[in-house]
């Protein structure tokens, strides 16, 4: 059974970076044809996806966050992680890491994705 723990502080500071962590158990972050997603859903709002990592290393962003976001991995942890700069309030949201069978490129159906992490409540304040 797949399982994602994620791990990163959840406040932060406006022009800070976030960083988080999702620990991955149960397969192999490069195992073929699985992408590995970060999803965020702000308060009172829908799921924004941010974006994905894929099996062979691949990234690809949201074009609206793209600046501002990296999403990095270390294959001897078994783990992906997140950096959004620059963060304002409306930053404010639960973030989630998920897993897709196939790239899944801007999803935002739960559906898509087979597991997800239990998701971290990060507030961007002063």
């Known amino acids: 059974q797949v399982q994602l723990q994620q791990s990163g502080p959840g406040l932060v500071k406006p022009s800070q970076t976030v960083s988080l962590t999702c620990t991955v158990s149960g397969d192999s972050i490069t195992t073929s044809h699985l992408a590995w997603h970060w999803i965020r859903q702000p308060p009172g709002k829908g799921l924004e996806w941010m974006g994905v990592?894929?099996?062979?290393?691949?990234?690809y962003y949201s074009p609206s966050l793209k600046s501002r976001t990296s999403i990095s991995r270390d294959t001897s942890k078994n783990q992906f992680s997140l950096q959004l700069s620059s963060v304002t309030p409306d930053d404010t949201a639960v973030y989630y890491c998920?897993?897709?069978?196939?790239?899944?490129?801007?999803?935002?159906?739960?559906?898509?994705?087979?597991?997800w992490g239990q998701g971290t409540q990060v507030t961007v304040s002063s």
């Open positions: 998920a897993v897709s069978d196939g790239l899944r490129v801007g999803s935002i159906k739960p559906t898509d994705y087979d597991h």
């Open positions: 990592i894929a099996y062979d290393g691949t990234t």
